[in-house]
Every structure is written in C-alpha cells, then in structure tokens.
C-alpha cells in the first residue's frame, strides 16, 4: 500500500514536499517514482529512484526526489514550481532496483495527491 500526502495549493515560484509512505512489502527492495497527471493528459514520470536517480527533463533541477529506507518513505521536494506543474501526483513501487519510467511498468500505486499552482 502507498499513501501519499503533502499536495495543496502553492504560488508559483514557491516549494512543496510530497511524501509518500509504503507498507506492506519489502521497500528497499523496490525502486520508487513519482508520475504526475494533469487533467486531459496521460499519466508521466517525474522522478524515480533506485540504485540511481532520474528525472523528466520538465522537472530537473527543480524536483528532488529522495528515499528514506527506515521509514519506508520517498519525498519529492518541488521547488521553483510553474503553473504546468499543476497535476494530480501519484507515487509508484516497481519490484527491483531499476527505475522504469512507463506507468505500465509499475507494480503498486497510490491514490494521488493534488498540486495546484496558482500563477
């Protein structure tokens, strides 16, 4: 199970931190993602986290994504947000250590959490 939270309403210009908490399996055992969908538009990877990290280019340099294996967490601190970050953002758990950018790919989500940016 994946539960998220952190999401609301932020100036553009302005930082979130997303969190997403896992239960009920192994995490470090699991490479973590964020994806984000906006509305009308197919869901898109933003970030992951395994053995390395990657990130859409939208987002490099502005989104961090990191992990907390004790915890069994994975932030993603957004900074310097745009309106087009606007999105429903979802946290994902693919088995391995490989990030796998295709929503296909994954093997659990989470339920969402809604970022706003006003402008």
């Known amino acids: 199970q994946l539960v998220e939270s952190g999401g609301g309403l932020v100036q553009a210009g302005g930082s979130l931190r997303l969190s997403c908490v896992a239960s009920g399996h192994a995490f470090s055992d699991y490479a973590m993602s964020w994806f984000r969908q906006a509305p009308g538009k197919e869901r898109e990877f933003v970030a992951g986290?395994?053995?390395?990290?990657y990130y859409a280019a939208a987002v490099l340099d502005r989104f961090t994504i990191s992990r907390d294996n004790t915890k069994n967490t994975v932030y993603l601190q957004m900074n310097s947000v745009k309106a087009e970050d606007t999105a429903v953002y979802y946290c994902?758990?693919?088995?391995?250590?490989?990030?796998?950018?295709?929503?296909?790919?994954?093997?659990?989500w989470g339920q969402g959490t809604q970022v706003t940016v006003s402008s």
């Open positions: 994902a758990a693919r088995r391995g250590v490989l990030v796998l950018m295709r929503t296909v790919e994954q093997d659990y």
């Open positions: 986290a395994g053995t390395s990290t």
